[in-house]
């Protein structure tokens, strides 16, 4: 039994992950939707990390011109999707003017654009776009976390500030029941779900698991598939690193990957 050392102590016996995996009942969804509602305030006022706090806020004051008249989330990002997805989505974190700006994921810069049209090319999102958190957007079988909830200064949290972020990923693995594939954006988020894994016992070594686009291991049995993707940044995608076509192969692979999964179908989606 999984048992968390953070929150009040009533819901720390239901972080019980394998007990919400076990029945997969009206009840429990339910229960596990609650308990989300009850991490993304969690993660709203958390301030484990003051020096990405305190960047997040600065950007939130000074603003870049374009948005001078907006007001600014400037808080740590939470999560954002649909409690029963299949597919969960693990980012960096969020943009300074994006996800910073309008308090919702992959929101509101050229990350954004691009991933969420792609998203809503290959059925996982109600809209091509998404503004901002009131544009009426939903994600359908897909989840979006990151690996670091703050804005980071240059794109880059510490390993300390990855590692303080790191137990609100593990309690959404716990969290959504039906995952079956992890789709990771970029090699932190690649190696922040590695070292999760390792941290659990759940494998003893990374060095079968090299980073590269669109590439799927199965880390073990009954766990979700792990496919990692280039990151959707702007330095990806203005240079053609990666083009739309090649993030559409990816969730078209996802996709698949829950469907034969969700069959029992285990066999047939090793590494490539
Ligand atoms: S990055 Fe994560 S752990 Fe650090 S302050 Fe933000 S929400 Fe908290």
């Given at each position: 039994?999984?048992?968390?050392?953070?929150?009040?102590?009533?819901?720390?016996?239901l972080y019980?992950?394998?007990?919400?995996?076990?029945?997969?009942?009206?009840?429990?969804?339910?229960?596990?939707?609650?308990l989300?509602?009850?991490?993304?305030?969690?993660?709203?006022?958390?301030?484990?990390?003051?020096?990405?706090?305190?960047?997040?806020?600065?950007?939130?004051?000074?603003?870049?011109?374009?948005?001078?008249?907006q007001?600014?989330?400037?808080?740590?990002?939470?999560?954002?999707?649909?409690?029963?997805?299949?597919?969960?989505?693990?980012?960096?974190?969020?943009?300074?003017?994006?996800s910073?700006?309008?308090?919702?994921?992959?929101?509101?810069d050229?990350?954004?654009?691009i991933?969420?049209?792609?998203?809503?090319?290959?059925?996982f999102?109600?809209?091509?776009?998404?503004?901002?958190?009131?544009d009426g957007?939903?994600?359908?079988?897909l989840?979006?976390?990151?690996?670091?909830?703050?804005?980071?200064?240059?794109?880059?949290?510490?390993?300390?500030?990855?590692?303080?972020?790191?137990?609100?990923?593990?309690r959404?693995?716990?969290?959504?029941?039906?995952?079956?594939?992890?789709?990771?954006?970029?090699k932190?988020?690649?190696?922040?779900?590695?070292?999760?894994?390792?941290?659990?016992?759940?494998?003893?070594?990374?060095?079968?698991?090299v980073?590269?686009?669109d590439?799927?291991?199965?880390?073990?049995?009954?766990?979700?598939?792990l496919?990692?993707?280039?990151?959707?940044s702007?330095?990806?995608?203005?240079?053609?690193?990666?083009?739309?076509?090649?993030?559409?192969d990816?969730?078209?692979?996802?996709?698949?990957?829950?469907?034969?999964?969700?069959?029992?179908?285990l066999?047939?989606?090793?590494?490539?």
């Open positions: 039994m999984l048992q968390y050392s953070t929150g009040a102590a009533e819901y720390s016996i019980t992950g394998t007990w919400v995996r076990q029945e997969n009942s009206l009840i429990l969804y339910h229960l596990g939707h609650l989300l509602e009850i991490l993304t305030k969690e993660i709203i006022s958390c301030g484990r990390c003051p020096r990405l706090r305190q960047h997040s806020a600065e950007i939130a004051q000074v603003k870049r011109r374009a948005y001078r008249d007001t600014y989330w400037g808080l740590p990002v939470p999560s954002f999707g649909d409690p029963a997805a299949r597919v969960l989505v693990l980012g960096l974190a969020p943009g300074a003017h994006g910073n700006r309008t308090g919702r994921m992959f929101t509101g050229r990350s954004g654009d991933l969420y049209k792609v998203l809503h090319k290959t059925g999102a109600s809209h091509p776009a998404s503004v901002s958190r009131q957007l939903t994600l359908h079988d989840y979006i976390t990151a690996a670091a909830h703050c804005a980071p200064p240059g794109n880059k949290p510490t390993p300390e500030e990855l590692r303080n972020c790191r137990p609100y990923f593990e959404e693995l716990e969290l959504l029941p039906n995952l079956k594939v992890i789709v990771a954006l970029g932190i988020a690649f190696d922040v779900y590695l070292d999760t894994l390792k941290s659990r016992g759940v494998i003893t070594s990374r060095a079968r698991f980073f590269g686009h590439l799927v291991y199965r880390p073990a049995p009954g766990l979700p598939v496919i990692s993707s280039y990151h959707p702007q330095q990806n995608t203005s240079t053609g690193k990666l083009t739309e076509e090649m993030l559409t990816v969730f078209r692979r996802a996709r698949r990957a829950a469907g034969r999964i969700s069959k029992k179908n066999a047939a989606d090793e590494t490539r």
